[in-house]
């Protein structure tokens, strides 16, 4: 899964919720061919740049609510974004941006949990999301023929 969005505030803080949301691991499971066994193995959260200061941060599918609070891509108005998804880019910017980046709506998500990064004096301009497939792994890996979510 990804997520979608821009960051801005003062740039030391911007670089240290970086370095935080790079550092995080998450458990990805992976399933045997008969989908009756699940093994859960360890991946780091990826962040990749695009142009004009979009980030697109990818991690498990299953961490979906817990990323998505974090950032907080909360549809209704949150009391730390103060309305950013509403007055500051209107809604016709933010659909071209998506229809550009290939990104879907922002779904529905539990926010009752988060994680803790760094995110003082940062705020996010969500876009929205991106899901990924799933893929088997190859004959030569040690799990040859189970499949995952193609991260």
Do not use: C
């Not at 009756?36 to 360890?42: A, D, P, V």
């Not at 907080?72 to 941006?97: A, Q």
């Not at 539990?110 to 969500?126: E, G, H, R, T």
């Amino acid at each position: 899964m990804h997520a979608i969005f821009i960051p801005y505030g003062i740039k030391d803080k911007v670089d240290l919720f970086v370095r935080d949301m790079q550092s995080q691991k998450f458990q990805l499971p992976v399933y045997s061919p008969d989908k009756k066994e699940t093994k859960t193995i360890w991946m780091q959260g990826s962040l990749r740049i695009l142009p004009f200061g979009v980030m697109e941060y990818v991690f498990p599918k299953e961490s979906m609510d817990l990323v998505l609070t974090t950032l907080r891509f909360m549809k209704s108005e949150h009391p730390n974004t103060k309305g950013l998804r509403t007055s500051y880019v209107p809604p016709f910017i933010l659909n071209r941006m998506r229809k550009l980046l290939k990104a879907d709506e922002i779904p529905d998500f539990k926010s009752d949990m988060s994680l803790i990064w760094a995110m003082n004096d940062v705020a996010i301009i969500p876009i929205g999301i991106r899901k990924d497939g799933d893929i088997l792994e190859p004959a030569n890996a040690p799990l040859a023929g189970w499949s995952h979510e193609a991260i």
